[in-house]
């Protein structure tokens, strides 16, 4: 869960595209998928280990993706009370977000941010930092953005992707699902570690998830790497 990149298209519609970053040992994750939970209608892949995820959206017209790590990387503990990715399909099921991410009990869960898209009143984009102490929630500016877990990559390695995506959009006529797609695969400077298409000892990217808005409804594009 950590390359998330975001698109705004209008008013209205936007691209958010996820590379999901794990050992290659964990469980395989299966496709996205519409379920009913606590009788609300959430779509999202589900994750073969603890049945969490890390992107999804709900009826109640809200995006949320997961990316490990908050500011910078951590040292794990031997336990944590959950999955990050079962506290991603609570909150996708909240009726208010903002109150939820003020809320929700955070007590001994690993730390993590969220990239988090509400389009009850246009479309408001929200970044939400759990440190494993303290909470940290922004709304910020529906411009392009480009996200990198910090439990991967370091300060300098987030800024060379920085500047990949921003040459990458200066190169765009207009933004399209294939392009980012593309971007998603191809960017970098041909270094395993460190391209947007991660592979490293035991690790990288095992998938590509990209949720497009559009007539008010979140539609996924989901392909596994091999």
């Not at 969220?114 to 303290?134: P, Q, R, Y």
Request: negative net charge; charged residues 25%; aromatic residues 10%.
């Amino acid at each position: 869960m950590c390359t998330v990149t975001f698109l705004p298209l209008s008013d209205t519609n936007f691209i958010l595209t996820s590379s999901r970053d794990v050992p290659f040992a964990r469980e395989k994750a299966s496709a996205p998928k519409e379920y009913i939970e606590d009788g609300v209608k959430i779509t999202y892949p589900k994750d073969g280990d603890a049945g969490g995820s890390w992107i999804g959206s709900s009826e109640k017209k809200r995006l949320i993706c997961l990316l490990n790590g908050g500011y910078k990387d951590h040292v794990i503990q031997d336990s944590y009370r959950a999955s990050r990715g079962l506290i991603v399909k609570e909150l996708l099921k909240a009726s208010d977000t903002k109150n939820a991410l003020s809320t929700i009990d955070l007590t001994n869960i690993e730390p993590f941010t969220l990239v988090v898209i509400d389009w009850n009143d246009g479309i408001e984009l929200l970044d939400f930092v759990w440190t494993g102490e303290k909470r940290h929630l922004f709304s910020i500016p529906k411009t392009p953005h480009i996200w990198s877990s910090s439990t991967l990559y370091d300060d300098a390695t987030k800024k060379l992707r920085e500047d990949w995506f921003e040459d990458w959009q200066n190169k765009q006529a207009g933004f399209k699902q294939s392009d980012i797609l593309k971007f998603h695969k191809t960017a970098g400077i041909g270094n395993p570690e460190t391209d947007v298409l991660m592979k490293r000892k035991g690790g990288g990217t095992v998938s590509i998830t990209t949720v497009s808005l559009a007539n008010d409804k979140a539609v996924f594009d989901y392909e596994a790497i091999d």
